[in-house]
């Protein structure tokens, strides 16, 4: 599971880049110059256990305490 994690850091991060952008923009809009907006899907974590939402660096869930668990 932290393969997953690992990969949308790595496309996070890819997607940062201006390069990225530049490239990404003029094959949408067909033009050199036009920036695009990426938005990105906000990951929501959520404890099993009680349903408290969590920040998604947490390992341990602050309410009851269980073991967090991210899905893909």
């Known amino acids: 599971m932290s393969d997953v994690?690992?990969?949308?850091k790595e496309q996070e991060e890819i997607q940062?880049?201006?390069d990225f952008?530049?490239?990404f923009s003029k094959v949408v809009?067909?033009?050199?110059g036009?920036?695009?907006?990426?938005e990105k899907k906000k990951?929501?974590?959520?404890?099993?256990?009680c349903g408290?939402?969590?920040?998604?660096?947490q390992k341990f869930c602050h309410e009851c305490g269980?073991?967090?668990e991210k899905d893909t």
């Open 21 to 23: 952008l530049d490239i």
């Open 52 to 57: 408290t939402v969590l920040d998604s660096s």
């Open 34 to 38: 036009y920036k695009t907006i990426i």
């Open 16 to 18: 940062k880049s201006e």
């Open 29 to 32: 809009s067909g033009k050199s």
């Open 43 to 49: 990951i929501i974590v959520q404890c099993k256990n």
């Open 5 to 8: 994690y690992d990969r949308q």
């Open 66 to 68: 269980t073991k967090v």
